[in-house]
């Protein structure tokens, strides 16, 4: 990725608003933007969590990937956008039992999201690419942009046009485009 600047966090921020469209954490930025009707702290929580979250798991990710030899690491990425390509089919939906934090908006959000995002396909997805792409700080730039390109729209809009969104057309393209990741990685491999 090297021939074109920026390349990795383009890939990156596509990657993830992609798989991001419908994900719980977009539902969770609507409640939240329904609850406190205050964009910018929940923008600004958006922010922080998805920064520390994506930095950890792209330091995860580089991690993985020297651990491993570049051969199983390229079977491994393969096969993980695939299968993450097939969940993004899948649609979320929040807990009936989720109850937010009765904090202020921003930390509310900051600890929502941060939690939230443990063990979602946004974050899979940027361990995998922080093990497939360099340098780091392009993942994580690339990821964060990506979720908040995503979910900044739906908190500025709230739930006046939220059920307008083609979210299913949105799925399909999420997962087309992981599977489509996983079949270039199978065949160029890591690194």
């Given at each position: 990725?090297?021939?074109?600047?920026?390349?990795?966090?383009?890939?990156?921020?596509?990657?993830?608003?992609?798989?991001?469209?419908?994900?719980?954490?977009?539902?969770?930025?609507?409640?939240?933007?329904?609850?406190?009707?205050?964009?910018?702290?929940?923008?600004?929580?958006?922010?922080?969590?998805?920064?520390?979250?994506?930095?950890?798991?792209?330091?995860?990710?580089?991690?993985?990937?020297?651990?491993?030899?570049?051969?199983?690491?390229?079977?491994?990425?393969?096969?993980?956008?695939?299968?993450?390509?097939?969940?993004?089919?899948?649609?979320?939906?929040?807990?009936?039992?989720?109850?937010?934090?009765?904090?202020?908006?921003?930390?509310?959000?900051?600890?929502?999201?941060?939690?939230?995002?443990?063990?979602?396909?946004?974050?899979?997805?940027?361990?995998?690419?922080?093990?497939?792409?360099?340098?780091?700080?392009?993942?994580?730039?690339?990821?964060?942009?990506g979720m908040l390109l995503?979910?900044?729209?739906?908190?500025?809009?709230?739930?006046?046009?939220?059920?307008?969104?083609?979210?299913?057309?949105?799925?399909?393209?999420?997962?087309?485009?992981?599977?489509?990741?996983?079949?270039?990685?199978?065949?160029?491999g890591v690194g």
């Amino acid at each position: 990725m090297d021939t074109f600047p920026f390349a990795t966090a383009l890939l990156s921020t596509g990657t993830v608003a992609l798989a991001e469209i419908g994900d719980k954490t977009q539902l969770l930025a609507l409640l939240l933007a329904a609850r406190f009707r205050r964009p910018w702290p929940i923008i600004g929580g958006i922010l922080v969590a998805t920064v520390l979250n994506h930095a950890l798991a792209g330091w995860l990710g580089a991690l993985v990937a020297q651990w491993l030899r570049p051969e199983l690491l390229r079977w491994i990425v393969a096969a993980s956008f695939f299968a993450v390509g097939l969940w993004a089919l899948k649609p979320d939906t929040l807990d009936d039992g989720a109850s937010l934090p009765p904090r202020g908006a921003f930390v509310a959000t900051t600890i929502a999201f941060f939690f939230a995002e443990i063990g979602d396909k946004t974050q899979i997805a940027t361990v995998l690419i922080a093990a497939r792409y360099h340098p780091l700080w392009e993942v994580v730039v690339g990821t964060t942009a990506g979720m908040l390109l995503a979910n900044v729209p739906v908190v500025a809009l709230g739930s006046r046009f939220a059920g307008r969104l083609p979210l299913k057309a949105a799925r399909y393209a999420a997962a087309a485009l992981f599977i489509a990741l996983a079949a270039w990685v199978a065949v160029r491999g890591v690194g």
